[in-house]
């Protein structure tokens, strides 16, 4: 005959047991809720910052420079370009007004555009 008692079951299924295993689940969800959250607060701050680094100041001619200085810079001919943003050492530059009713870049490469993409180091101050 197969009786068992109350005495005779372990103690590692006892309902002490059961409820432990139900704080682990409990504490498992309740970590893995607080990772994630950290995770989320961890990238919104790398985006800050990246934000932050791409309108920085940049180097040019061994003076800083910043977005709405001018530079001059060398692009089949010599002209001048307005920072409109940076981005680590590449500068985004706006084409000056030099002609009446054109707001474009000169020459053959970047010949009526009005933004180009410069090196800091490829650029000087007047």
Same mark, same amino acid.
Request: net charge negative; aromatic share 8%.
């Given at each position: 005959?197969?009786?068992?008692? +109350?005495?005779s ?6 309902t ?8 682990a +689940?409990?504490?498992?969800f309740?970590?893995g809720f ?11 701050l ?5 934000l932050?680094?791409?309108n920085?100041?940049a180097?040019?001619s ?9 530079v ?5 001919v010599?002209?001048c !370009?307005?920072?409109?943003? +940076?981005?680590?050492?590449?500068? +985004? ?5 030099n ?7 000169? !020459?053959?490469?970047?010949? !009526?555009?009005?933004?180009?993409e ?6 000087w101050?007047?």
């Amino acid at each position: 005959m197969m009786s068992m008692s +109350i005495m005779s079951i372990p103690s590692s299924i006892k309902t002490n047991n059961i409820k432990s295993q139900h704080g682990a +689940i409990y504490a498992g969800f309740f970590f893995g809720f607080n990772l994630c959250t950290v995770l989320v607060v961890v990238a919104m701050l790398v985006t800050i910052v990246t934000l932050t680094k791409e309108n920085e100041m940049a180097s040019v001619s061994n003076k800083e420079v910043k977005v709405g200085d001018w530079v001059w810079f060398k692009a089949d001919v010599e002209q001048c !370009g307005k920072i409109v943003k +940076i981005k680590g050492s590449m500068l +985004i530059l706006q084409a000056s007004d030099n002609d009446e009713d054109e707001d474009t870049f000169d !020459g053959d490469y970047i010949g !009526g555009d009005s933004r180009t993409e410069v090196r800091a180091s490829d650029c000087w101050l007047n």
